[in-house]
């Protein structure tokens, strides 16, 4: 067996680095990073983001009971009145009332209570769709009413004011660094508009259409056959004016 000379000694290990220096490169290519990233997981658009959604919540109202008079004033039966016609209208389910028991008021809110009941099934609501709950009150300090509610398919949105970034320069807020919308824009209207929508089916289809008003539609055509004009004119709309500026 002979020897390596120095020289050969340097070439083998030349030789060596090289080959472990190319291994090193293409173990690189084949490396794959295990970091999921997220950037595009949050959309920009706010209605997307607070999306609004139709789900069954429920719709009441509180009738106050004092100690020593039962029955319901007249803005109160107004209001029974005014939930059993929302009930004959959107109602999903049945009409709870949670009237309380063992308390100073207890006898009274029992005499409300038969009077609310009256004012339902003469608004249309019948007698099965009526439930009595009773409840003892949380804090003796506050006077106990009588809660009245009832399930109804409604449009919601939220919950608002979540900021999980901050609105200022920071190094971590991808937001700010990109130029797009803080995660709360735009929120608080889409609540509102889910609040002030009144049939929350109509997000998802049109209405049906209604019967055309004869007598009008029999009016125009006939100004229309005649060639006059199908406008309609109203002499008294120039009363209701303060100023005659810009005439």
């Given at each position: 067996?002979?020897?390596?000379?120095?020289?050969?000694?340097?070439?083998?290990?030349?030789?060596?680095g090289?080959?472990?220096?190319?291994?090193?490169t293409?173990g690189a290519?084949?490396?794959?990073?295990?970091?999921?990233?997220t950037?595009?997981?949050?959309?920009?658009?706010?209605r997307h983001?607070?999306?609004?959604?139709?789900?069954?919540?429920?719709?009441?109202?509180t009738v106050?009971v004092?100690?020593?008079?039962?029955?319901?004033?007249g803005?109160?039966?107004a209001?029974?009145?005014g939930?059993?016609y929302?009930w004959?209208?959107?109602?999903?389910?049945?009409?709870?009332?949670?009237?309380?028991?063992?308390?100073?008021?207890?006898?009274a809110?029992?005499?409300?209570?038969?009077e609310?009941?009256s004012?339902?099934?003469?608004?249309?609501?019948?007698?099965r769709a009526i439930?009595?709950r009773?409840?003892?009150p949380d804090?003796?300090?506050?006077?106990?009413?009588?809660?009245?509610?009832?399930?109804?398919?409604?449009?919601v949105?939220?919950?608002?004011?979540l900021?999980?970034?901050?609105?200022?320069?920071?190094?971590?807020?991808?937001?700010y660094?990109?130029?797009?919308?803080?995660?709360?824009?735009?929120?608080a209207?889409?609540?509102n508009?889910?609040a002030?929508?009144?049939?929350?089916?109509?997000l998802?289809?049109?209405?049906s259409?209604?019967?055309a008003?004869?007598?009008?539609?029999?009016?125009a055509?006939?100004?229309?056959?005649?060639?006059?004009?199908?406008?309609?004119?109203y002499?008294?709309?120039?009363k209701?004016?303060?100023?005659?500026?810009?005439?």
């Open positions: 067996m002979t020897s390596r000379t120095p020289l050969q000694r340097v070439k083998a290990a030349g030789l060596f090289a080959l472990l220096g190319l291994a090193t293409l290519c084949n490396w794959q990073s295990t970091e999921v990233v950037t595009a997981s949050v959309p920009n658009d706010y983001r607070h999306p609004i959604a139709v789900t069954e919540a429920d719709q009441s109202i106050f004092g100690r020593g008079r039962g029955g319901l004033s803005p109160q039966r209001d029974v009145a939930l059993a929302n004959m209208r959107e109602g999903t389910g049945a009409i709870v009332a949670e009237v309380p028991i063992e308390t100073a008021n207890a006898r809110a029992a005499a409300s209570y038969q609310i009941r004012v339902l099934m003469a608004g249309g609501v019948p007698s439930t009595l009773h409840y003892h804090d003796s300090r506050t006077l106990p009413t009588i809660r009245l509610s009832y399930p109804k398919i409604a449009a949105a939220g919950p608002c004011g900021w999980p970034q901050d609105l200022g320069p920071n190094i971590d807020n991808a937001a660094n990109e130029n797009r919308p803080y995660h709360n824009f735009g929120c209207t889409q609540r508009l889910a002030m929508i009144d049939n929350p089916a109509d998802e289809q049109p209405r259409e209604t019967p008003y004869t007598p009008r539609r029999s009016t055509f006939e100004k229309y056959r005649k060639g006059t004009s199908t406008a309609t004119n002499p008294e709309a120039d209701a004016k303060l100023s005659d500026t810009g005439k």
